[in-house]
């Protein structure tokens, strides 16, 4: 491992010779690439700096304990190599955490993408239940939210809606969320008490740029519509929402929450590249998949991923099967916990395999 790392720290201090060179100064797409491999890369090297200094003192210790004659120092000698060599066990496990890559779209924004399912109105309101649970958690990571597109349910809530959040690493957390939501209730609308089984689907996608995925235009069909719901005084007067159509792969991206149809297209046009990225992802990952288990990475949006009980008061992940025993803290953002065992469930595969730098 410590040439591992001392490969690493020559990497490290190669990027950063670049970085202060004019030419790569001067080309922003490269400077960018080179500094997200520097930040990358720096908590290894000072994990490697400390890892490299309790090895040095590990041997002096050894030395003075063979050395020393006396007592008193041989005694200090052996408590400070004890000492060592379990900060060192911590540090080995540490490093091997470290040593593995992250996913290169890990620290990008997202789209998500939360439609109703199986169960009418219910499913509605349960959109809004899981939109206003990720606003709040939104909040606490200081993360930057907007709404690009929704269609309400005829009683209350959504039947879908699209939002674009902005924050640092934001897709290496909320990625693990694509799939089929399942509740269990009993709903507003039922006046016999029973408990309705409804199911949401929600999808996580990386904010694609233009240099992630090229979109040739010529293959978008622009249409124009007057929006519908709420909105103010512009809907239903204006032309200003944006249906855009990927005709190769007839891939359909509405937006009508913006105030004028420019930023409505802008908008889609976001959406629809990010689509278009994620299904690139998707083949990719469905080949990982096909050698690994994978929590992510099947491309299959019809999975049922998560149960919310309020019976029970329970919100259970089907594919680590953890639960959580307080739905209403869950509910209101408290989703840490969970979030947490996602990606060490992740880290955990991935060491598995023995992927590493």
Request: charged share 30%; hydrophobic share 35%.
């Given at each position: 491992?410590?040439?591992?790392?001392?490969?690493?720290?020559?990497?490290?201090?190669?990027?950063?010779?670049?970085?202060?060179?004019?030419?790569?100064?001067?080309?922003?797409?490269?400077?960018?690439?080179?500094?997200?491999?520097?930040?990358e890369?720096?908590?290894?090297?000072?994990?490697?700096?400390?890892?490299?200094?309790?090895?040095e003192?590990?041997?002096?210790?050894?030395?003075?304990?063979?050395?020393?004659?006396?007592?008193?120092?041989?005694?200090?000698?052996?408590?400070?190599?004890?000492?060592?060599?379990?900060?060192?066990?911590?540090?080995?496990?540490?490093?091997?955490?470290?040593?593995?890559?992250?996913?290169?779209?890990?620290?990008?924004?997202?789209?998500?993408?939360?439609?109703?399912?199986?169960?009418?109105?219910?499913?509605?309101?349960?959109?809004?239940?899981?939109?206003?649970?990720?606003?709040?958690?939104?909040?606490?990571?200081?993360?930057?939210?907007?709404?690009?597109?929704?269609?309400?349910?005829?009683?209350?809530g959504?039947?879908?809606?699209?939002?674009?959040?902005?924050?640092?690493?934001?897709?290496?957390?909320?990625?693990?969320?694509?799939?089929?939501?399942?509740?269990?209730?009993v709903?507003?609308?039922?006046?016999?008490?029973?408990?309705?089984?409804?199911?949401?689907?929600?999808?996580?996608?990386?904010?694609?740029?233009?240099?992630?995925?090229?979109?040739?235009?010529?293959?978008?069909?622009?249409?124009?519509?007057?929006?519908?719901?709420?909105?103010g005084?512009?809907?239903?007067?204006?032309?200003?929402?944006?249906r855009?159509?990927?005709?190769?792969?007839?891939?359909?991206?509405?937006?009508?929450?913006?105030?004028?149809?420019?930023?409505?297209?802008?908008?889609?046009?976001?959406?629809?590249?990010s689509?278009l990225?994620?299904?690139?992802?998707?083949?990719?990952?469905?080949?990982?998949?096909?050698?690994?288990?994978?929590?992510?990475g099947?491309?299959?949006?019809?999975?049922?991923?998560?149960?919310?009980?309020?019976?029970?008061?329970?919100?259970?992940?089907h594919?680590?099967?953890?639960?959580?025993?307080?739905?209403?803290?869950?509910?209101?953002?408290?989703?840490q916990?969970m979030?947490?065992a996602?990606?060490?469930?992740?880290?955990?595969?991935?060491?598995?395999?023995?992927?590493?730098?």
């Amino acid at each position: 491992m410590i040439e591992k790392l001392a490969q690493i720290y020559i990497r490290f201090e190669d990027v950063g010779e670049k970085l202060t060179l004019p030419d790569v100064v001067s080309d922003q797409e490269k400077y960018r690439d080179l500094s997200k491999q520097y930040k990358e890369l720096e908590p290894i090297v000072m994990a490697y700096k400390e890892y490299k200094l309790i090895l040095e003192n590990i041997e002096s210790s050894k030395e003075i304990l063979a050395l020393e004659e006396d007592a008193e120092m041989k005694e200090m000698a052996k408590m400070e190599i004890g000492e060592l060599n379990k900060r060192k066990a911590e540090m080995d496990e540490e490093i091997k955490v470290l040593l593995i890559p992250k996913d290169a779209e890990d620290d990008k924004n997202v789209i998500i993408e939360l439609r109703a399912g199986t169960g009418g109105d219910e499913a509605c309101i349960f959109v809004e239940d899981i939109f206003r649970m990720y606003s709040m958690y939104f909040k606490t990571m200081g993360w930057k939210y907007k709404a690009l597109n929704s269609t309400e349910g005829t009683v209350k809530g959504y039947k879908e809606i699209a939002l674009e959040v902005q924050g640092i690493g934001v897709y290496g957390v909320m990625k693990f969320e694509s799939g089929v939501h399942r509740v269990q209730r009993v709903p507003e609308t039922e006046s016999q008490g029973r408990v309705h089984t409804s199911a949401i689907t929600i999808a996580v996608m990386p904010e694609a740029e233009e240099i992630d995925f090229e979109l040739n235009l010529k293959d978008v069909k622009k249409d124009t519509y007057r929006a519908s719901g709420a909105g103010g005084q512009h809907v239903n007067k204006t032309e200003s929402a944006v249906r855009l159509t990927h005709l190769p792969t007839n891939t359909v991206v509405e937006c009508q929450d913006g105030r004028s149809q420019h930023k409505n297209y802008d908008m889609a046009l976001n959406v629809l590249r990010s689509r278009l990225y994620q299904a690139l992802l998707d083949e990719k990952n469905a080949a990982v998949s096909a050698t690994r288990k994978s929590l992510i990475g099947s491309g299959d949006r019809s999975a049922k991923i998560r149960t919310y009980n309020y019976p029970q008061g329970r919100v259970t992940d089907h594919r680590i099967t953890k639960t959580i025993y307080n739905l209403s803290n869950y509910m209101n953002g408290d989703v840490q916990d969970m979030f947490d065992a996602m990606k060490m469930a992740e880290t955990a595969e991935k060491m598995k395999e023995g992927e590493s730098f």
